[in-house]
């Protein structure tokens, strides 16, 4: 079946191996002109097509609110001048703890449009901690002037918790009394010259945002974003999805703006491009995903962002909704996954419902990048039959390959590349190697060996990897990534152990459709298809048991081969650093945190999912 023609970038790379082993890859063709303020591109459509749409969400009412991009401005003028009248600063940013929403995009905009860093935070950490001390870690390296909370009453604990009784919160509902203020006021404040006087003075090393990234360590850093680094990404991402620029992209995205793939990327991509954006509100969890796929039904987006989790899900609903995959691929131009691995069988259903859809198959790729790199650095445009390519560097970006431990330590530099975390000089100084390159902390290794054009393989990060007690390493990324795919779709994400030990194991998160679509086809799905009880159910332990077999059969050796299984009990928890809001595991946090549970993977507990035999299977 024919690929769906789009049109995408053009690349030339260069590659020099140096004496000490170092490989160094770069784009010969330069990155070109890009704009110096990120709100430009917003400014500028508002001038020339003001009535065009620019963002929506569903209300109270249900319907969709539609904002247009002359609209939008204006506000973000207003809102702008409402901010500085407050003296806000890069000294006294403004700290938003709410969601995705309109208002949420407006005030940030007006805040970075004249020269107010904004800083977006994971409203976990108010709303779904048990105690506020990553919000206290947050209020103290940022000293913020202002809150923006979408609903004051939901957000009033945690702020009164943390911050000051005199620092003003600006709220769309439930304004906090006596230092509540409503967004609506900020929007009707009258623009004078100084917003204009403000804006002129951004410049490419203004502070435009901070984010917040945890890494390995658990404790949020504030990733320093300015305005010409974020600019200088979208040249890339334009460059790369030229087909942006033949036809505005239409999005439909769920995922936060407090990350840096939505926030940074998708957030300034529509605008960069005069698309539309449509929030969102579901998440690529069982139950949670039923909004987005209501959205879906209606939205057809012609670029789509999900992580592995999500298209799981997505997919098991369009094998049988054939409203929803028709409309999701009516115009759909690319699809691209990030966050984690993605199983074979996913990347194969996705090309299988585009063409059943449409006739023709989507590009499906991925792409690599972190915070601190702005996010885009890597990506793949090429039709390929099996998911995991982190593709190119794109425009602008170096790459030096350095050789560590038999593995090749990747590090970048960019135009987009962080100048370092605000308020943290050493974090900053060991963050960067003598020649200015980030030290991302991952493992790459060629797609095909010495041919750069082929891309890059991810080859796990530095930090999670160990030793068997053979003194073998084990690449966790890439262990991981093999096991879930290997288990059919029961496993949505696991945890690698084995450190010292002789063989390996892994705690794993139960994927829910799957084990229910095996106790529906046996005829033994109950009225219970809660997360605990299906994943000890006999049927779906031997199903584990089965795929297990496979796994280890076709392993290469024991740094490769999983022996053993043990479920995760209890979830993962947000408090304890072991999962992100978006979903992901932080391997060591959850390993130091399990050692009871590592033990017990190891030890004759009953509980242990081990291969089947031969004879059983």
């Known amino acids: 079946m024919k690929l769906r023609k789009i ?150 604990s945690a702020i009164s918790a943390v911050f000051g009784s005199d620092l003003p919160v600006i709220s769309s509902v439930n304004p906090l009394p006596d230092r509540g203020l409503s967004i609506a006021a900020l929007t009707e404040t009258p623009a004078s010259k100084d917003v204009a006087a403000a804006h002129a003075a951004v410049g490419a090393d203004t502070v435009a945002k901070f984010l917040f990234t945890s890494g390995t360590t658990g404790t949020p850093k504030a990733v320093v974003q300015t305005h010409g680094g974020l600019c200088a990404n979208q040249a890339m991402i334009s460059d790369c999805y030229a087909f942006l620029r033949d036809a505005a992209p239409v999005i439909c995205d769920w995922a936060p703006w407090n990350h840096v793939a939505a926030g940074s990327k998708t957030f300034y991509m529509v605008q960069f491009h005069g698309g539309t954006h449509y929030i969102d509100g579901g998440k690529p969890a069982p139950g949670a995903i039923d909004t987005s796929i209501r959205n879906l039904r209606e939205i057809a987006p012609s670029w789509y962002f999900n992580v592995p989790a999500g298209y799981d899900l997505l997919v098991n609903a369009m094998e049988t909704d054939h409203v929803l995959r028709d409309n ?21 259903a996705l090309g299988k419902l585009s063409e059943q859809a449409t006739g023709e198959r989507v590009l499906r790729s991925s792409g690599y990048g ?28 170096e790459m030096k390959l350095v050789p560590i431990g038999g593995k090749l330590e990747l ?10 975390y605000w308020r943290a000089p050493n974090l900053t ?31 796990g990060r530095l930090a999670e990897n160990f030793k068997l007690r053979t003194g073998t390493w084990v690449a966790v990324g890439a262990v991981r990534e093999q096991l879930i795919n290997d288990l059919g779709g029961l496993a949505r994400d696991a945890v690698i152990a084995g450190e010292n030990r002789a063989e390996l194991g892994a705690l794993i998160l139960p994927a829910l459709p799957a084990m229910q679509a095996i106790l529906a086809e046996a005829g033994a799905l109950g009225a219970r298809t809660d997360e605990a009880l299906l994943s000890s159910h006999p049927l779906i332990l031997a199903a584990l048991a089965r795929h297990l077999a496979r796994h280890a059969a076709a392993a290469t050796g024991s ?17 304890a650093g072991e999962i992100t809001d978006k979903g992901s595991l ?31 299977m």
């Open 7 to 156: 049109a995408t970038w053009t690349p030339k790379l260069g590659m020099r191996r140096d004496p000490d082993g170092v490989i160094r890859i770069w784009r010969e063709d330069p990155l070109g002109p890009y704009p110096q303020r990120v709100t430009e591109p917003l400014m500028g459509w508002a001038a020339r097509d003001p009535g065009r749409f620019w963002i929506a969400e569903r209300g109270a009412d249900d319907r969709w609110h539609r904002l247009s991009y002359g609209e939008a401005a204006g506000r973000v003028a207003r809102i702008g001048q409402a901010l500085l009248d407050h003296a806000l600063s890069v000294e006294r940013p403004l700290l938003i703890l709410s969601g995705n929403s309109i208002d949420h995009a407006l005030i940030a905009l007006g805040a970075q449009h004249v020269g107010i860093p904004s800083a977006a935070i994971a409203p976990a950490y108010s709303l779904a901690s048990r105690d506020t001390a990553k919000l206290r870690m947050v209020a103290e390296q940022l000293t913020p002037g202002m809150i923006f909370a979408e609903d004051g009453a939901a957000y009033g």
């Open 328 to 348: 999701f691929f009516s115009r759909l131009d690319y699809l691209i996954y990030a966050g984690a691995g993605m199983a074979q069988h996913t990347w194969e």
């Open 370 to 397: 972190s915070t601190e790199t702005g996010p885009f650095a890597l990506c793949g445009m090429r039709d390929a039959p099996s998911p995991g390519n982190c593709g190119i560097p794109a425009r602008g970006v």
């Open 411 to 420: 590090r970048l530099k960019s135009p987009s590349v962080t100048p370092g």
């Open 429 to 459: 100084a060991a963050a960067f190697d003598e020649e200015g390159f980030y030290r991302i902390g991952d493992a790459m290794r060629f797609a095909q060996p010495g041919d750069p054009a082929a891309g890059f393989l991810f080859d």
């Open 559 to 575: 740094a490769s081969r999983v022996t053993r299984l043990m479920l995760l009990d209890p979830p993962p928890s947000f408090d």
């Open 586 to 616: 932080n391997q060591r946090a959850m390993l130091s945190n399990r050692a009871a549970q590592v033990e017990a993977l190891f030890g004759n507990d009953p509980r242990v999912v081990r291969p089947a035999k031969a004879e059983a």
